[in-house]
Nanobody
Framework: QVHLVESGGGLVQPGGSLRLSCAASTIIYGTYIMGWYRQAPGKERERVSTIVTGGATTYADSVKGRFTISRDNAKNTVDLQMNNLKPEDTAVYYC?????????WGQGTQVTVSS
């Protein structure tokens, strides 16, 4: 069983930055995908960004040019650098890992963008 632990959420003003981090509790070998989803109140969970073992990335259109995902394969960690944050980025952000047919989720970290 893999446990994912997130950190780095909080309250920030519009235009500000935050960095989210996620670490897996165990060493994971082979290829797998890591990423971030978010869920705002009253909305469905949506994919924000993903990164595969080889480094290829995807981004939701709403965050392109503002968010950057990165990972450390040796440490099984994934980070999300969020710049120029907007009120519509307010949500609970979840770390995600998929290896084969298995999906793992973190407990979520709140990001609030407000003046």
């Amino acid at each position: 069983q893999v446990h994912l632990v997130e950190s780095g959420g909080g309250l920030v003003q519009p235009g500000g930055s935050l960095r989210l981090s996620c670490a897996a509790s165990t060493i994971i070998y082979g290829t797998y995908i890591m990423g971030w989803y978010r869920q705002a109140p009253g909305k469905e969970r949506e994919r924000v960004s993903t990164i595969v073992t080889g480094g290829a990335t995807t981004y939701a259109d709403s965050v392109k040019g503002r968010f950057t995902i990165s990972r450390d394969n040796a440490k099984n960690t994934v980070d999300l650098q969020m710049n120029n944050l907007k009120p519509e980025d307010t949500a609970v952000y979840y770390c995600w890992l998929m290896k084969g047919p298995q999906n793992y989720w973190g407990q979520g970290t709140q990001v609030t963008v407000s003046s």
